[in-house]
């Protein structure tokens, strides 16, 4: 599955790889402005003072890696700052950023980035519906994780595919809470001794929802701390390239292992819904013109309250008001906006269509007239 991508520079970007070494020096000696989307899991630096039992004094599989250990706070920031701008070279313009953290470190990696000048765009609280309980029991439950999603800069046209999340969703705007539960059964990944491979991969779920909502397919995803694999193996089912790297053979292993048994979607299940705005604009006068309705025909609100013409220029006119459907629309609703396409029908048959039907025509035109869809 690994490839080799040649950059505009003439360096090669290394496709579907897992890289080993430190992810620093490995982010350094990539093309810059060659990576789409970063989403890093960098260590939490919990701070753990001694062991973790249960209330039947069985111990607690808590992170208590090296990878996870820093001298000092000063120490963990510098860390930080080394490898955000790491990842800030690597990004593509219009590239973007999604860091998870717990309370142990999340604030200190946002006010990284914010130094840095990446421009947070969203925070997100992924609830989880299954967190492990406080054993001690004094402290709140830590159930939550936070995700910062940050473009690279102010002026990055970053990615966002509204109308998928949307219909992930079940046609209802996705909030900033994701309720997703950890791994747990068949998804965590065990290693020979039949212990967890890695005390804190998360799951497909929560990486799935974060590749739909700020990726296209064939973008280049980067990881700089791989683990188990958790983004690569979502990003291959997806249509994604991913570049991983990760210090830890063992964890390297596992990653490839588990890769090597994802199977990649099929061509027609990697479309998502699109976003309307950036469909080609297609004015209502449009409409007028070529005929497809008629200056005095009449259009009719939802519900069939309110009655208006089509005029020779585009606009409406209705018993007090004249303007543009949208403007129209709004007025007779005593709203301060109004979405004239869906709001407006015509009849054919005796049946009430939205002319948002007539624009859809229109646009699919103007679609097959530039091969987009060749």
């Not at 930080?80 to 690597?90: I, S, V």
Request: charged share 25%; net charge neutral; aromatic share 8%.
């Amino acid at each position: 599955m690994a490839r080799k991508l040649m950059t505009e520079q003439g360096q090669t970007l290394p496709l579907n790889e897992i890289l080993d070494g430190d992810c620093i020096e490995r982010m350094n000696a990539l093309p810059a402005g060659s990576v789409d989307l970063i989403f890093a899991d960098p260590p939490y630096n919990l701070q753990l003072k001694g062991d973790l039992h249960r209330p039947d004094n069985s111990l607690v599989d808590a992170v208590d890696d090296h990878w996870d250990q820093f001298s000092s706070f000063a120490a963990y920031d510098k860390f930080t700052r080394d490898w955000l701008a790491a990842a800030k070279r690597l990004l593509k313009p219009n590239g973007a950023i999604w860091v998870i953290g717990s309370y142990h470190n999340i604030f200190r990696v946002g006010a990284a980035l914010q130094d840095n000048e990446f421009w947070v765009l969203n925070d997100v609280v992924w609830r989880k519906s299954n967190p492990m309980p406080n054993f001690r029991g004094k402290r709140l439950t830590n159930a939550h994780e936070t995700l910062i999603w940050a473009s690279r800069d102010e002026h990055s046209k970053y990615t966002f595919n509204y109308e998928a999340l949307k219909e992930l969703n079940d046609g209802v705007q996705m909030r900033s809470d994701w309720v997703l539960p950890i791994c747990t059964g068949h998804e965590r990944l065990k290693d020979e001794h039949g212990d967890k491979a890695h005390p804190t991969q998360k799951p497909e779920s929560l990486l799935h929802r974060i590749l739909i909502a700020t990726t296209n397919a064939g973008d280049v995803v980067l990881d700089p701390f791989f683990g188990t694999g958790t983004t690569g193996a979502v990003a291959k089912m997806l249509g994604r390239d991913f570049i991983g790297i990760e210090r830890e053979a063992a964890y390297r292993k596992v990653a490839a292992e588990r890769i090597a048994r994802v199977r990649r979607f099929d061509a027609s299940a990697l479309e998502i819904t699109g976003s309307k705005r950036a469909e080609p604009r297609v004015p209502f006068g449009q409409v007028v013109e070529r005929g497809m309705l008629r200056p005095g025909e009449e259009l009719y609100s939802l519900g069939n309250r309110f009655i208006a013409k089509v005029r020779a220029d585009g606009t409406l006119i209705g018993t007090d008001v004249k303007g543009s459907i949208h403007q129209v629309g709004a007025h007779l609703e005593g709203a301060p906006s109004c979405n004239g396409w869906t709001y407006w029908h015509f009849k054919r048959d005796g049946k009430m269509i939205p002319i948002d039907i007539l624009r859809q025509q229109i646009r699919a035109e103007l679609e097959s007239s530039d091969g987009r869809k060749h």
